[in-house]
């Protein structure tokens, strides 16, 4: 299409909204119109024509709930259809008022983007308050959820830099997106992110060091980088009294224990065959302290097999991520927060740590 015809349609357009809402858009509001609509053109190349892109900066956002998969195996379809509508719902409508776009819906997960099609100077600031804000919607979810719903727990990643923005496909299908290094680096990043977190990388820090509240950094190993990347949990937003709420999340009793315990590393999302002989040396709601003769990856994810005495339950369907490690003598200590848990393997912990903890008070 040529561009006197986009302008034309911003034009109907501005007539419309004046008439519907007794006034037209402003000029920033205008300005975003009429890149939709010159995006939206776009989609009408002729047949044959050679597809453009542009290259662009955008803050991406890759939002995963943890667990889903393995608690959609024990739930009646209707109660999860409802349960992932509901939360992606409510996820939707923080991306909008926080001027972001989804980019697509991948199951229990979605892509957002920052920047596109108009790239503001706040961009990184509104995709920090934008990730915060879902975390604390996260947690009222849970708080109203309906009888018989497990609690569900979202991980974030969130990267800035520039891509490559177009129309992808052929003419029996295409979608307007972004491609790049940087979208698959945020994919990663998303992956290490633990349950109710939010991980940024380092380019994003770097646009909003006097806006969020971060950890110190940590570098990880992901596919396709030969050098390590350094990414910073988010902590708030202090100007805007946001606080992401995982830390409530995480409390639960903690209690020690000595469990025989086999480990399988994970791999891509595959699970390697080797075991790991290790012991469990403390056990909470979340997570537990490993002990082992080989050291354990930090931020790598791993399968646990396990006993569960007093309950008489066998553990084989939990995943967790190492938080943290130290070496203790010729042995490694290893924190490991759960991941992935179906519904009765978190009721049967939880039950064991209960008669634990009531065992040790009498």
């Given at each position: 299409?040529?561009?006197?015809?986009?302008?034309?349609?911003?034009?109907?357009?501005?007539?419309?909204?004046?008439?519907?809402?007794?006034?037209?858009?402003?000029?920033?509001?205008?300005?975003?119109?009429?890149?939709?609509?010159?995006?939206?053109?776009?989609n009408d190349e002729d047949r044959g024509a050679e597809p453009s892109f542009t290259?662009?900066?955008?803050?991406?956002?890759?939002?995963?709930?943890?667990?889903?998969?393995?608690?959609?195996?024990?739930?009646?379809?209707?109660?999860?259809?409802?349960?992932?509508?509901?939360?992606?719902?409510?996820?939707?409508?923080?991306v909008s008022r926080q001027h972001g776009v989804i980019d697509k819906f991948m199951g229990d997960s979605l892509m957002v983007l920052f920047g596109i099609p108009v790239e503001r100077d706040d961009d990184v600031h509104r995709a920090l308050t934008c990730a915060v804000e879902m975390q604390i919607a996260m947690t009222e979810i849970n708080r109203d959820r309906p009888e018989g719903m497990p609690e569900l727990f979202m991980g974030i990643g969130i990267n800035t830099g520039s891509v490559m923005a177009g129309k992808f496909g052929t003419t029996l299908y295409s979608e307007?997106?972004?491609?790049?290094?940087?979208?698959?680096?945020?994919?990663?990043?998303?992956a290490f992110s633990?349950?109710?977190?939010?991980?940024?990388?380092?380019?994003?820090?770097?646009?909003?060091?006097?806006?969020?509240?971060?950890?110190?950094?940590?570098?990880?190993?992901?596919?396709?980088?030969?050098?390590?990347?350094?990414?910073?949990?988010?902590?708030?937003?202090?100007?805007?009294?946001?606080?992401?709420?995982?830390k409530e999340v995480r409390r639960s009793h903690r209690v020690e224990v000595r469990f025989p315990c086999q480990i399988k590393l994970v791999k891509d999302k595959y699970v390697i065959p080797m075991k790991i002989d290790a012991t469990i040396r403390d056990i909470g709601y979340h997570g537990v302290l490993v002990e082992t003769r080989q050291q354990l990856v930090l931020l790598s994810e791993v399968k646990l097999e396990f006993d569960l005495p007093l309950v008489e339950f066998k553990v084989n369907d939990l995943y967790a991520k190492v938080v943290n490690s130290k070496q203790e003598g010729d042995r490694h200590l290893a924190g490991l927060e759960f991941t992935s848990i179906t519904p009765e393997t978190?009721?049967?912990?939880?039950?064991?740590?209960?008669?634990?903890?009531t065992e040790a008070a009498a």
């Open positions: 299409m040529k561009d006197g015809l986009s302008k034309e349609m911003v034009h109907r357009l501005q007539r419309l909204i004046a008439r519907e809402t007794g006034s037209p858009l402003g000029k920033e509001a205008e300005a975003e119109m009429a890149a939709i609509v010159r995006h939206a053109c776009g290259p662009c900066n955008v803050t991406i956002m890759f939002a995963d709930l943890r667990g889903f998969t393995s608690i959609t195996s024990t739930l009646p379809a209707g109660m999860v259809i409802s349960m992932l509508n509901r939360c992606l719902g409510r996820m939707s409508e923080i307007y997106t972004v491609i790049g290094d940087e979208v698959n680096l945020t994919s990663r990043i998303e633990l349950r109710g977190q939010i991980l940024i990388s380092e380019n994003t820090h770097g646009y909003s060091k006097e806006y969020g509240a971060v950890s110190e950094p940590m570098e990880v190993y992901v596919k396709g980088k030969s050098q390590p990347v350094k990414l910073r949990e988010l902590y708030a937003i202090p100007s805007l009294n946001l606080d992401v709420p995982r978190d009721m049967k912990i939880q039950l064991l740590v209960q008669l634990l903890v």
